[in-house]
């Protein structure tokens, strides 16, 4: 199935450095909302950083959101030394294949990371990466809508 990832994880915190590495992983990509941010939050929790820029010292880093809040992508990137692309489009793949040129990876040695099947995954699968859904990190807070559409979301990619 198209929409199936590769690895399914609770959270970001459970990717694990020395797996990756073994997969000849050299470049990480994540969603931004709701998979290392609250969504709409615009602030990254003080772990959340620490984590992120523990895997930097392993991996080449880069967020790549569907967000055009070009304000909120700012403000992001000012709170992290690693770029965040707004307004990507996935799960078109453009935006994520020129910053594995400017990383000068191959996408085969990329892993993306998000929580959407639809989008992110999708995108994973289309460039040629490592897919890995982690549960949103917001869920908690999701209105009933949203949560419903991503149970239904997330029914797609089962056996
Ligand atoms: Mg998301």
């Known amino acids: 199935m198209r929409l199936r990832p590769d690895i399914n994880i609770k959270s970001i915190y459970d990717i694990s450095v020395f797996n990756l590495k073994a997969c000849e992983i050299e470049a990480i990509f994540f969603d931004l909302d709701s998979t290392v941010m609250r969504s709409k939050s615009g602030i990254f929790e003080k772990e959340t950083l620490e984590f992120l820029n523990l895997l930097k010292n392993h991996f080449k880093i880069a967020i790549i959101s569907n967000n055009k809040n070009t304000e909120y992508i700012k403000k992001a ?14 799960p078109d793949i453009k935006v994520l294949l020129q910053v594995c040129k400017d990383f000068n990876v191959n996408p085969f040695n990329c892993a993306f990371v998000g929580d959407r099947p639809l989008t992110d995954i999708l995108c994973a699968k289309r460039a040629g990466m490592l897919s890995i859904l982690v549960d949103s990190i917001s869920a908690a807070d999701e209105k009933k809508i949203v949560r419903f559409v991503r149970y239904l979301e997330r029914l797609s990619i089962k056996k």
């Open 77 to 90: 990137q000012s709170q992290v030394n690693f770029p965040i692309m707004g307004n990507a489009k996935k």
